[in-house]
């Protein structure tokens, strides 16, 4: 039995409390949107990033936002604190509400909100020693840009994933990378740091924001361009961002290995330099 405290609809209540109607349209049609941030040294990294990309994924799919985007805040911070997580995650996720099935909106119908934190080790990940992609194609819809909670894509690909053996995949269309599946995927070419640049085939990453100011900072030159599994096989160096895995480098894609299975300097500076910014942030 759990004894986490969880949110839901504007009140902290005991995780297996918590329960929302089989009508609800999260439920029935995936109608909803969320966001994940992490926890660092006990504190919320990039919340309000990630609470103004909440808002504009809420608007783009015509969702009133239940609550601003500080009594979010204030209330992630609590959850983090209340379950006493000192590295981890707060999930937060809006659908559009309980209504009789009917795919367009409702006239009448109030959003059902919730999230939830977990523990997960981020300074410390044993994955920086470098994962393993596996490649499929992007069987998505036109609007990736929006953080919807429709995903059956991304559950299928992360599922060939695991079955073979790797952490993550990368999904391409017509042989050129978009994203991973629940990442976006950089390569490093002869000193120049290269990732596919925003548009509605990927979602902008709070996490791919914050690096390309680390390798600015850094005087590492970035060019935000598509490029091919060829190339990122053939490539330097590879790496994965996401808010709750922060930098990982990638050492094999499929069955090949990138730069002979070792983790790269540009790698492991992105990810030294993201980990600098968390423990500034947050210390
Ligand atoms: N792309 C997809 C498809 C994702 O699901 C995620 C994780 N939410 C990302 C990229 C990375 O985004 P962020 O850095 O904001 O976690």
């Known amino acids: 039995m759990s004894h986490r405290t969880?949110?839901?609809n504007g009140t902290y209540v005991a995780e297996e409390h918590a329960h929302v109607s089989i009508f609800d349209r999260g439920l029935l049609f995936g109608d909803g949107v969320y966001e994940v941030a992490a926890v660092f040294n006990g504190r919320l990294l990039d919340a309000d990033r990630h609470l103004v990309r909440l808002e504009r994924s809420m608007r783009e799919i015509g969702l009133?936002?239940?609550?601003?985007?500080?009594?979010?805040?204030?209330?992630?911070?609590?959850?983090?604190s209340e379950n006493g997580i000192r590295e981890g995650l707060v999930y937060l996720q809006v659908t559009r509400g309980a209504a009789e099935r009917d795919f367009p909106f409702p006239s009448q119908v109030t959003p059902t909100a919730f999230a939830y934190a977990r523990p997960k080790k981020l300074s410390d990940d044993p994955n920086a020693v470098g994962i393993r992609l596996h490649v499929v194609p992007d069987l998505r819809w036109q609007r990736c840009d929006i953080k919807s909670t429709s995903m059956l894509a991304q559950v299928l690909a992360k599922?060939?994933?695991r079955q073979a053996g790797a952490f993550e995949a990368m999904m391409h269309e017509d042989g050129l990378v978009t994203e991973g599946g629940s990442s976006n995927v950089w390569i490093v070419r002869n000193g120049t740091i290269y990732t596919r640049p925003t548009s509605c085939d990927i979602l902008a990453g709070i996490t791919r924001d914050v690096v390309l100011e680390v390798a600015r900072d850094a005087g590492v030159p970035v060019q935000q361009r598509a490029f091919t599994v060829e190339q990122a096989i053939a490539a330097d160096e590879c790496f994965m961002t996401?808010?709750?895995s922060f930098v990982l480098p990638v050492t094999q894609i499929g069955d090949k290995r990138v730069a002979n299975g070792v983790v790269g300097p540009v790698s492991m500076r992105m990810r030294d330099g993201y980990l600098a910014r968390a423990a500034r942030l947050t210390g």
Do not use: K, V
């Not at 009133?64 to 983090?80: G, N, S, T």
């Open 6 to 8: 969880c949110w839901l």
């Open 64 to 80: 009133p936002a239940p609550y601003d985007a500080d009594a979010l805040q204030d209330m992630m911070q609590r959850l983090a």
């Open 159 to 161: 599922q060939a994933a």
């Open 242 to 244: 996401s808010a709750t």
